[in-house]
């Protein structure tokens, strides 16, 4: 191309460009808030998940049958101490804390009758602190998580006091149910660092936890308004609940350490390797359940209840004759299951009654857990027969004055 062709098209291009500009300046565009849509890959998401919904199965447990057998059928049929209702631990594994908590409540109502329902969330939060702490101070070997022992109630409640239920649920304004499965992650995550940094400072490290705590349950009161004055939750204890955490003892049943002495509950959610239980021969440690609930005392007590003989929709917890028939049932069909993992620690719940029938004692039993509230004719309890206690439940939180024979004994064997 000549220098002519290209002056004329290089003029020409120029003037198109000046002619769209003007166009362009005089038009004035419009916009608009719209929903963001994506309407084929809406289309691509139902098809994904309808096509997942067709190859998910609900795995089918093997559950006893107790069709046309005569069980119990409502907690009315129970005699019963006080007891607050049942209250939902949500998604947490808190269960050793509600189920100490409603137990510490019937304490308040034998000792000195009064009408309390206490927050455990309160005592949840010391816990988390404390396990913190120790998490520091072993460098990292400790476990840190949302399990804990009965009797470690007692142990927060010395540290920390107690405060009513009213004035720290917890939860945030409209919660229904509580739910730590965030709030854990992001402690264990923290600690995990604090360990790979090796970054030990313990002041830190519990108010970064208590931070995290905050967020997810709020800050929990500092003291407690009675009759126009204030009093911290130590005084609470003490002076309102009326309370003395050294009044209570806990017991187990394990041939794994000599019988009338105070031995470690060796599980994991025994955090703090607590060797304070009182180990009593399994003939004693039923007799205890029996006669104490006859007497007026309820229990705090834990074991494992992921067994066949357990149906929620009706509450029963039976052992059934296939899985071991009941004239079998000892120390050693016990101390067996305990050692080959199936019977585990996997849950705390409150002893609140009894019933005396042909084949047997049955318990009535205040669940937390999600499993008790799907009882039927009512909801938040079980009725365990007393072969199910005697092969599946290993420790209890109890008041010394429930078992003074008992403890008498062990000053004996000393």
Not at 20 to 31: L, W
Not at 153 to 173: R, S
Request: hydrophobic content about 35%; glycine content about 6%.
């Amino acid at each position: 191309m000549n220098y002519f062709l290209r002056t004329s098209s290089t003029i020409a291009i120029a003037g198109l460009f000046c002619i769209n500009v003007s166009a362009q300046t005089n038009r004035k565009d419009k916009a608009q808030f719209k929903s963001r849509t994506n309407d084929f890959y809406e289309q691509i998401k139902k098809g994904n998940e309808t096509f997942a919904e067709q190859k998910k199965t609900i795995p089918l447990a093997f559950r006893m049958d107790y069709s046309g057998m005569d069980v119990p059928k409502s907690a009315s049929e129970f005699k019963t101490v006080f007891s607050q209702k049942p209250e939902s631990q949500g998604e947490t594994g808190t269960c050793w804390c509600f189920s100490t908590t409603s137990f510490y409540e019937s304490e308040i109502k034998r000792l000195s009758n009064q009408d309390i329902a206490l927050s455990e969330l309160y005592t949840v939060y010391f816990e988390y602190l404390e396990k913190a702490k120790e998490f520091v101070r072993t460098r990292g070997t400790s476990l840190f998580d949302e399990g804990s022992e009965t009797g470690d109630v007692a142990k927060m409640m010395k540290l920390y006091g107690i405060v009513p239920l009213e004035t720290y649920t917890g939860l945030k304004v409209g919660q229904p149910f509580h739910n730590h499965k965030k709030m854990v992650e992001e402690m264990r995550n923290y600690l995990a660092y604090v360990k790979t940094s090796n970054q030990w400072n313990p002041e830190v490290v519990a108010a970064t936890i208590k931070s995290i705590m905050n967020f997810h349950i709020g800050e929990p009161p500092t003291s407690v308004t009675i009759a126009g004055k204030k009093i911290t939750p130590l005084e609470y204890l003490k002076t309102v609940a009326k309370l003395n955490p050294d009044d209570y003892v806990d017991v187990m049943s394990l041939m794994e350490s000599p019988y009338w002495t105070k031995a470690e509950y060796k599980v994991p959610d025994n955090w703090a390797h607590s060797a304070d239980y009182y180990n009593v021969p399994l003939d004693d440690f039923m007799s205890i359940i029996k006669k104490t609930i006859k007497n007026g005392y309820s229990i705090s007590i834990g074991g494992d209840v992921s067994e066949s003989g357990m149906d929620s929709k009706s509450g029963v917890a039976m052992i059934p004759t296939y899985d071991i028939p009941s004239a079998y049932i000892d120390e050693y069909s016990r101390q067996m299951r305990f050692s080959n993992g199936s019977t585990t620690d996997d849950h705390a719940m409150h002893l609140v009654g009894y019933l005396e029938r042909a084949d047997g004692t049955w318990f009535l039993i205040k669940d937390s857990g999600s499993g008790g509230q799907n009882n039927q004719s009512s909801p938040g309890y079980w009725y365990m027969h007393e072969d199910f206690v005697k092969l599946k439940m290993t420790t209890f939180t109890i008041h010394k004055d429930a078992i003074k024979e008992i403890l008498a004994k062990f000053q004996e064997k000393k």
